[in-house]
């Protein structure tokens, strides 16, 4: 009886093209090991931040409020911001605005801001399509901010909101990936913090300008290094 024998493994000839591959996937590789060594990252500020913002604007007058809708909280992200700030202001005769400003010293695929778009749906609102708008900042400057209404059955609430990620401002949650992927290839985890104003009404129609109005106050009025912190 003849003897069974495996069959001989084949061997192919390695292709130019496939050794120019292997090559940029071995830099590629080798390059991010190399980013891990040379990462930068943002020290956290050591201020509080609520010390550097108007107690008055105009006929405002803040108050500090654990009333405010606050970020998505999650055991995996507890640890996303190092700092909240959330206050009320009021006036006689206007509606009272609302104020959160989390701040993060370090962020990541990991470890990022959290946009309204999520807080509210989880708190029980509806919200409509998000509205790209500019907002004054102070000296000139503006930002891309969004503006959104939510409606849930005790309440209609008018939200404006931006978010800086070191000196970029994403304006949507793709914009927001493609800022971490940006500064992960640079070596650079930056600090971040969402600055949002809302305000309750049945009002539709001028809710927008007064939350414009209003956050070009604060920012224009706060300290400068909270300023910095607010707006880059």
């Known amino acids: ?17 496939d050794a120019v591959l292997g090559g940029l996937l071995l830099s590629a590789a080798a390059g991010a090991g190399a980013l891990q060594w040379r990462r930068t990252v943002v020290e956290p500020i050591e201020f509080d931040i609520g010390d550097g913002l108007p107690e008055r604007l105009d006929t405002l007058i803040a108050h500090d409020s654990g009333s ?23 006036a006689e005769d206007l ?18 801001l959290h946009r309204p778009e999520v807080c509210y749906p989880a708190s029980g609102f509806k919200i409509s399509e998000s509205q790209l708008v500019s907002q ?36 949507s949650w793709a914009s927001q990936h493609l800022a971490r992927m940006k500064n992960s290839f640079q070596g650079v985890v930056p600090d971040g913090v969402l600055v949002r104003a809302s305000l309750i009404s049945p ?15 604060l920012t224009t009025r706060s300290s400068p290094r909270v300023r910095t912190v607010l707006a880059g």
Do not use: C
């Open 1 to 17: 009886m003849t003897a069974l024998t495996s069959k001989p493994e084949a061997h192919f000839p390695l292709s130019r093209r």
């Open 68 to 90: 405010v809708v606050r970020p998505a909280e999650t055991a995996e992200n507890k640890s996303v911001y190092d700092q909240e700030v959330s206050r009320v202001y009021f």
């Open 95 to 112: 509606p009272a605005i609302m104020l959160m400003i989390a701040y993060g010293s370090a962020q990541s695929e990991t470890l990022a």
């Open 136 to 171: 004054p900042v102070g000296d000139g400057r503006v930002v891309p901010a969004n503006f959104f209404t939510g409606v849930r059955a005790d309440r209609v609430e008018h939200v404006l909101y931006w978010t800086r990620m070191g000196n970029q401002f994403p304006a």
């Open 203 to 217: 009002d539709y129609s001028s809710a927008q300008a007064t939350l414009q109005g209003f956050l070009e106050q």
